[in-house]
């Protein structure tokens, strides 16, 4: 056997000094890039930050290497709680690779470690793929993939790893909640993105609040400078008041705010991707009526099968039972979705609208509103024919659009009120009835403006809602009957034009005629209802329109 000697050294010594001197170059730049790291200061650490960070961390283990409590090491010990942390706040990738570079370091400076490289990577693995069921979970899946994974090496191996596993367990569990959290999301990229676009929604939000009122401000200040010296000045400032207070009410419901819900977003995301479906967009945000998830997909060219499967998706990452707000409407090969919280109350609904002579001077809506409510409106024009037609649907077609702008309801009817007022010369009035019911708090409210009396029918026993105000068109600064009525479970609503309620002359007829319905089926109702009016009036009947509304509670 031959060997080349330097001196006092041989040549291996040589490749061992040259390694170490490449290896403390390579990991300057990387201890200078942990040490420049700031946490706290940050909302997002990198990839390859992170690594930075592990690297100096693991480095910092191996010069513990040589201290040992009897068989306890705390090298060992710091390269298990550093990849199961990494593995349950970072995810999978995360928690192999730490726990892989930490166990080959270890390795490296003690023969008796070998393998241990292989036991930490796989339990980090797991650690990672169950860190949804919080960290219990992921201490569980990483003592057991450690336990199946050390057993290759013996059950004197198992026993050393279990020593150092389960002190790293503790110290994982008793991390405070908020420290866990807030460096999770910085080391989760996912979550983090949908962190910073939550903050610069945030923004965008404080500016547009701040734009609102400004323009509520100028609309008050136009509406005093009108002033009210004749008729069309005072309709233009109350409509100017009303645009002001409706601006300002808008603030208020932004100030409230929207939140962004990190975790059921990604949630909702993973959930779309499993099911096939590429979102562009994808978020779950809590509103004050409750959570909402907003989904942007490529539409499934009218099947629906787009519309099921997200909605499934929603559902489950959110763990609400969520409904369509409204149908899809595919723009550009995309289909955009809200999926929103199911009321506790829900509807069943019938209409009847018949005409004493074409066209009817009546109209009506029932619908949902965009907010969730259902809308209730009857609209009779004065006389019929053509022109009661024409006063009414506009009256109604206006009324609708400014509920779907949620604009308050006493407003839209004082504005549109106005409008009719300045439409100087022309005798047309028009009266308006309109019920708005809150499926989520089983509320309703009734605005009346020279409209028939309604009724509630609860349990066999009929409840009147008087009706108050002249008809739309004759005075300004006209203010709607209000009246809120809470539902019970079954309560059946009515609403109907004077063709049905002036139909007999005796006193107290309407509320017999309803007293004596079915309420399980409100078309039904209205059907019985219309026949009753029709017969009753004979060849002097009016239009005549019913709406019938059961509210339950779902169970």
Known sequence: ACSLTLGEHTLLD????????????????????????????????????????????????????GL??????????????????????????????????????????????????????IAGLMAGAVRKLGRIGSCAAFALAALIAGSVGGIAVSIKLYIHILPACVLLMCIPRKYFEAGAARVDRAKNAAMVRAVNESGMQAKTLERLNVCASLFSSLAESFGDQDPQAACASRQMDA??????????????????????TQLLREGLDRAGLKAALADVVKTPEGLEARVTFAACNGRGNCVRTALKAASQATGARLRTRSACAPTDGACALIFEETPDYDAITGAICKPASAPCGDSHILRM??????????????????????????????????????????????????????????????????????????????????????????????????????????LGGVEPAR????????????????????????????????????????????????????????????DRTILCARVFHRS
């Not at 990738?93 to 990577?121: E, F, K, N, P, R």
């Not at 009035?429 to 509320?443: A, F, K, P, Q």
Request: with cysteine.
């Open 243 to 264: 645009m002001a207070g409706t601006l300002a009410r808008l603030e208020e419901d932004l100030a409230k705010g929207e939140m962004l819900d990190v975790d059921q």
């Open 369 to 474: 509103l965009p907010d969730g409510r259902l809308m209730m409106a009857i609209a009779d024009g004065m006389g019929s024919g053509a022109a009661a037609a024409k006063e009414s649907d506009q009256a109604l077609t206006l009324l609708e659009r400014c509920l779907c702008a949620q604009i308050e309801p006493a407003t839209a009817l004082g504005m549109i009120n106005d409008v009719l007022l300045l439409r100087g010369g022309e005798e047309m009035y028009t009266t308006l009835d309109l019920c708005l019911v809150d499926l989520r708090e089983g509320i309703a409210d009734f605005y009346k403006i020279g409209a028939a009396n309604s009724y509630i029918r609860r349990n066999g026993e009929v409840m009147t809602i008087l009706s108050g105000a002249l008809p739309m068109g004759i």
């Open 68 to 121: 040992k409590l009897w068989d306890f090491s705390p090298a060992l010990l710091g390269a298990c709680a550093l990849a199961l942390v990494l593995g349950s706040s970072g995810g999978a990738a995360a928690g192999a690779a730490c726990g892989v570079i930490a166990g080959t370091c270890l390795a490296l400076s003690d023969a008796g470690m070998q393998g241990v490289a292989v036991t930490l990577g």
């Open 483 to 542: 009246h809120r009525v809470p539902l019970k479970e079954s309560d059946m609503i009515v609403m109907a034009s004077d063709g049905i309620a002036d139909a007999s002359r005796e006193e107290g007829w309407m509320r017999e005629q309803i007293r004596r319905i079915d309420p399980r089926n409100p078309q039904a109702a209205a059907d019985v209802l219309e026949a009753a009016a029709h017969f009753e009036a004979g060849d002097a009947a009016d």
């Open 14 to 65: 040589a490749m061992r000094a040259a390694l170490g001197a490449a290896a403390a170059a390579l990991l300057t730049p990387v201890l200078f890039t942990a040490l420049t790291v700031r946490p706290r200061s940050r909302m997002l650490i990198s990839g390859e930050e992170l690594i930075c960070l592990s690297l100096a961390a693991i480095a910092m283990l191996c010069g513990l290497q």
